[in-house]
């Protein structure tokens, strides 16, 4: 039933957003030299790799920069990037990875290996399921870039504080799963998306 809800609501979404995916193309490309989207690896269900799309928000050599994490202020965030972030725009194109199975609509936030590697053990538990687009540390830290800031060490922050507060809420998820936590869910997101 959930793969089912996936399959319909991508495909619908990404025919409904196919505009609005051709204007970001074209603000991307007329900002900054570089691609259109951000590829990078991370973990799924089961500890299995895969490439999660965004829209790209930073210059080409940011990797190369600085660390992976990003706070708000960040040099390496482009113009149209800043706008893209703070809309939540950017990770729209995850609704690929979704039609195609690597994630789901609703269901822990993936996270790169690094990070997984960190905290293993309650990754176990968390990556019985696939990640997803939103969920109750989604919903939670909308501004983290704005809470990193407050770090003078933002990757420092990001692994002592925030990550193992959203350990805690993607625990909970897994362990409260269900269709209507699903709606719940979804429907809190958009909620705080149109509250801004």
Do not use: H
């Amino acid at each position: 039933m959930k793969r089912l809800f996936d399959i319909i609501s991508s495909f619908f979404s990404l025919l409904i957003l196919l505009p609005l995916f051709l204007l970001i193309a074209i603000l991307i490309k007329l900002d900054s030299a570089g691609p259109v989207f951000f590829i990078q690896k991370r973990v799924g269900k089961n500890f299995k790799l895969f490439s999660l799309y965004k829209f790209r928000t930073m210059v080409v050599d940011a990797s190369q920069r600085g660390p992976q994490i990003t706070s708000a202020g960040d040099s390496r965030i482009t113009k149209i990037g800043r706008f893209l972030r703070k809309t939540k725009f950017d990770e729209l194109p995850q609704i690929i990875n979704v039609l195609k199975g690597d994630m789901s609509v609703v269901g822990p936030r993936p996270e790169v290996l690094k990070y997984v590697e960190m905290f293993k053990d309650d990754y176990k538990n968390i990556l019985k399921v696939k990640p997803g687009i939103t969920d109750y540390a989604a919903i939670e830290f909308r501004d983290e870039e704005c809470v990193l800031k407050k770090f003078k060490d933002p990757e420092g922050g990001y692994i002592k504080e925030v990550l193992p507060l959203k350990i805690k809420l993607y625990n909970r998820y897994v362990n409260e799963r269900s269709l209507s936590t699903d709606m719940k869910l979804i429907f809190l997101t958009l909620w705080k998306i149109v509250k801004g």
